[in-house]
């Protein structure tokens, strides 16, 4: 069975920084594109990130392009979030998710990643 597990969530001051982790089990990641996104109370969800199983591709939101950095570690199955200059308006749930194809380009389509994780939430104070 498929298991994602965000960690590294919190309350940080706007222009803080964190870094949060997806530990995944089940599944060696080093074939599979990995994603993550972001839901703000009373809104949808929302891409973040996504970079391809090699590892040399990565996408972004516009939101946050210059202040995230998405990558990976395949020898430890995790996959992470570097937050900087961090805003009020980033505050949300953060999911991280992987498709049930391996080599299927997940990009910003959360319709294409099939396992999520339950969540970290990510508070940022004005």
């Known amino acids: 069975q498929v298991q994602l597990v965000e960690s590294g969530g919190g309350l940080v001051q706007a222009g803080g920084s964190l870094r949060l982790s997806c530990a995944v089990s089940g599944r060696t990641i080093s074939r599979y594109d990995m994603g993550w996104f972001r839901q703000a109370p009373g809104k949808e969800r929302e891409f973040v990130a996504a970079?391809?199983?090699?590892?040399?591709?990565?996408r972004y939101a516009n939101s946050v392009k210059g202040r995230f950095t998405v990558s990976r570690d395949n020898a430890k199955n995790t996959v992470y979030l570097q937050m900087n200059s961090l805003k009020p308006e980033d505050t949300a749930v953060y999911y991280c998710?992987?498709?049930?194809?391996?080599?299927?380009?997940?990009?910003?389509?959360?319709?294409?990643?099939?396992?999520w994780g339950q969540g970290t939430q990510v508070t940022v104070s004005s």
């Open positions: 970079i391809r199983w090699t590892g040399a591709t990565t």
């Open positions: 998710c992987i498709p049930n194809m391996p080599y299927s380009g997940g990009g910003s389509d959360e319709n294409a990643y099939d396992y």
